[in-house]
């Protein structure tokens, strides 16, 4: 079964950055009978989970929430079977648990953020953003 190991949150000043991993095992994210999108999301203490962004597993084109456009990049390294999420001028405001998820779909089929699309969760990882 796929699982989904993440890695990379911490404790980051405001305006610092990181860098997250989503590693998967078990099953190969891209091959030719296998295609998976991988989304992020996070959860700040008492508010919902919310989408923060997503790529498609067949021409890797992206989706980010708009609070998060112009600072943080998705992307893929297949060979690795890893999905990162860089984080860029960091704020308070994104201080929380973040999350990866994958979902096994079509070549063509395009990323969505709605978490209940995912079947596949990583536990999450930390990051708190603070003077």
């Known amino acids: 079964q796929l699982q989904l190991v993440e890695s990379g949150g911490g404790l980051v000043q405001p305006g610092g950055s990181l860098r997250l991993s989503c590693a998967a095992s078990?099953?190969?994210?891209?091959?030719?009978?296998?295609?998976?999108?991988i989304g992020w999301f996070r959860q700040a203490p008492g508010k919902e989970r919310e989408g923060v962004s997503c790529?498609?597993?067949?021409?890797?084109?992206?989706s980010y929430v708009d609070a998060v456009k112009g600072r943080f990049t998705i992307f893929r390294d297949t060979a690795k079977n890893t999905v990162y999420l860089q984080m860029n001028s960091l704020k308070p405001g994104d201080t929380a648990v973040y999350y990866c998820?994958?979902?096994?779909?079509?070549?063509?089929?395009?990323?969505?953020?709605?978490?209940?699309?995912?079947?596949?969760w990583g536990q999450g990882t930390q990051v708190t953003v603070s003077s």
């Open positions: 790529i498609s597993s067949g021409d890797r084109s992206t």
């Open positions: 078990g099953f190969a994210l891209y091959d030719i009978n296998t295609r998976y999108n």
């Open positions: 998820a994958a979902v096994d779909t079509t070549f063509q089929a395009l990323c969505d953020m709605y978490s209940w699309t995912y079947d596949y």
